[in-house]
Every structure is written in C-alpha cells, then in structure tokens.
C-alpha cells in the first residue's frame, strides 16, 4: 500500500505565490511518477501537472503553463508544486497522486493509483 499526504494549501490573494509539498511512502518500487490533479466545487477533476521518473521529465495543463512549476524526486518520493501569479480561477482542492502506468504523459487520471485527501487552495480577487 502507499500512503500520500500533501501539505501547503491556504487562502491567498490573485497574484500571490503559493508551494504545494507532496511525499509518498509505503510500496513505491514500481512507480512511474508522481502528479497533482485539482477539482473545484461542481467541476470534475482536472489534471495540473506531472513529473515522469524515467526520463525527469515534466508535463503541465495549458491553464498553468508559466506560471506553476513541479519538481520531483524519484528517491525521495516527493513531489512540489510552486504556483505563482495565481488567480480566482485556480481555487480547487489540489490532489496529489502517484503515477502507475509507464504509458502517457501523466496527465490522465486513469494512469494513477495512489491519491491524497487533497489540500484546498483559495485565490481571492
């Protein structure tokens, strides 16, 4: 079994900066990455961002591009999310999860297992 916690969430104004913390523990041989989802309040949930461990890559939603940055560590089974200029739009509660499938970019759902209880992001206007 792997257990993920992330941390970090909070209420901010637009334009603020905020750093989401993800780490993974238990089973995790076998991973392929780690990812951040969100969902906001009657929307489905949509991904954000992914860092792939085979190649370091990472993989980002149109919506965030410039402006969120993920880091990873493959030996630490941590992931990062540093949000800059945010905005009104970015509200959601932020799901962290690791990758099982060696397939895709990493940003479907359907290639993760393991999620946390997700932390909430507000950005006020």
């Known amino acids: 079994q792997v257990q993920v916690v992330e941390s970090g969430g909070g209420l901010v104004q637009a334009g603020d900066s905020l750093r989401l913390s993800c780490a993974a523990s238990g089973r995790t041989y076998g991973t392929y990455g780690m990812g951040w989802f969100r969902q906001a309040p009657g929307s489905e949930r949509d991904f954000v961002a992914a860092v792939l461990w085979n190649d370091g890559s990472a993989h980002y939603a149109d919506s965030v591009k410039g402006r969120f940055t993920i880091s990873g560590d493959n030996a630490e089974n941590t992931v990062n999310l540093q949000m800059n200029s945010l905005q009104p739009e970015d509200t959601a509660v932020y799901f962290c999860?690791?990758?099982?499938?060696?397939?895709?970019?990493?940003?479907?759902?359907?290639?993760?297992?393991?999620w946390g209880q997700g932390t909430q992001v507000t950005v006020s206007s």
């Open positions: 999860a690791v990758r099982i499938s060696a397939g895709g970019l990493g940003d479907r759902s359907t290639e993760y297992a393991y």
